[in-house]
Nanobody, 130 residues
């Protein structure tokens, strides 16, 4: 089993920045890919950024590319999402998810499917407004 815990959410003005963290515990050696998802009220859950843990290679959704950066700290079993130039449309609950499947990270499309992930954090709220 793997446990995930997100932190770093909050309320910021448009153009501001936030850094989200997700720390994994338990059988962390079984996790092969980790992804940040977000879900706003009335909308479907969407993938934001994904990382292949073995290499650090990343995928980004078109809506955040150039503004968000995903990274990892293997020593701390932690992944990060640096969010810059935040917009009101970025407002959502942000979730960290982990996959134990070798096939999850074979494409951006597959890595952004919520059904690929069996471990999820509780979420952290990000609100962008003036």
């Amino acid at each position: 089993q793997v446990q995930l815990e997100e932190s770093g959410g909050g309320s910021v003005q448009p153009g501001g920045s936030l850094r989200l963290s997700c720390t994994a515990s338990g059988d962390t050696g079984s996790t092969l890919a980790m992804t940040w998802f977000r879900q706003a009220p009335g909308k479907e859950r969407e993938g934001v950024a994904s990382i292949r843990l073995a290499t650090g290679y990343t995928y980004y959704a078109d809506s955040v590319k150039g503004r968000f950066t995903m990274s990892q700290d293997n020593a701390k079993n932690t992944i990060y999402l640096e969010m810059n130039s935040l917009k009101p449309e970025d407002t959502a609950m942000y979730y960290c998810a982990a996959s134990t499947s070798w096939g999850t990270w074979t494409s951006a499309t597959r890595s952004f499917r919520p059904a690929e992930y069996i471990y999820w954090g509780q979420g952290t709220q990000v609100t962008v407004s003036s």
